[in-house]
């Protein structure tokens, strides 16, 4: 493998891989035990008064994920879900939008239909959902479970900062069955085993002592550099997540997680094993996420499971590493309707991004992470500066 640009032989891949099964099948047999428990849940009053104990904390970080309940009311999730209906009636978005090709191809390599995710970034309900004081001590809590200091002791992000990163929305129509999502992880695929940034990330996990790797560890993470592709995320994310604006849970089209922080170590010493071809990383392609595949996966897949029930204002987070998927049908009598809202914590890597993504807001055009639909530009209803708080402007970069 590439170690920058230099060639690094693993020795011991072998001997490394038999050693993360091990802590991979004690992993797996203690989800199974803990069964629907096993995702991680807070109130988010318990944020507020900060009476989240360390071993909340430490549980956190070993699972990778969180259920942050009531960080909104469910009257404004439902004012919300509402408003952004009349948004996209009134700007005839379903007919502006057919046959456009949108995701679909750079998810190909995922099973995945027609999407029932909606290219638009700039309605109210977003902005004031991201801007949202709430919201904003929830992410500054979630940063908080990091480690951001640097080995020179500089900071790697500033955790009490927030960049706002413009992503897009979903509303999934009962028994929909166009868009699940196979097991994936976002961000980089084939960039983990060769960039420079991600090297410095993974470091024990080739070179080291793979118990000793730390998926909260910040260093290196505002220095990787992506692929750019509109399937890959340019900004550096503490963690994924979305806000629910419907009630949802189990068999209603909804999230499925793999709840191992640690599980992109097996992963990236599975692609150096002998069986898998040489230069395939176990089925990873440049531009597209990062797919995981039931003939090198299979162990890890043991530990997908589902996310609990959540009501409207609850919200779903987890570590850019985490493996996720999305139900292959909607068995549910609602709709299933999220805002995708994220974690991107003050560094150098997201203030670049927010100078391109402010011009793109100011415009109306798409996020510039993503395919360049540019249906909002003439919206009727869409944000503007005007929408902005003070402190939705300082998160925007304006």
Known sequence: MEWA???IVITDAAERMAHLDRWLAAEVAAIRDEGSAVVPQLDYRELAAGVVSE???QRIRRRGCVVIRGVFTPQQAGEWNEEIGDYIERNDYLRRSAGKAGMDRYFSGLNA????????????PQIEARQHENMDLTRRFLNRLWDPLRADGGMEFDPDRQCNYADRLRRREPGDSSFGLSPHCDGGSVERWQDPGFQRIYREVFLGDPDNYDPFRA????????IPSPAVCSVFRTFQGWTALTAQGPGEG???LIPLARSMAWILIRALQSDVPAGSLGGATAGRALAIYPEWHQPLLEALVPIPRVEPGDTVWWHPDLIHAVEDLHRGKGYSNVLYIGSAPWCEKNARFLERQARHFLDGRSSPDFAPEDYEVDFIGRATIDDLTPLGRSQMGL
């Open 219 to 226: 260093e290196g993470r505002t220095e990787t550099r992506e």
């Open 55 to 57: 071993e909340q904390r």
């Open 254 to 256: 909804t999230l499925r």
């Open 5 to 7: 640009n230099r060639t």
């Open 113 to 124: 239909g027609r999407p029932q995710i909606f290219g638009l970034y700039w309605s109210r």
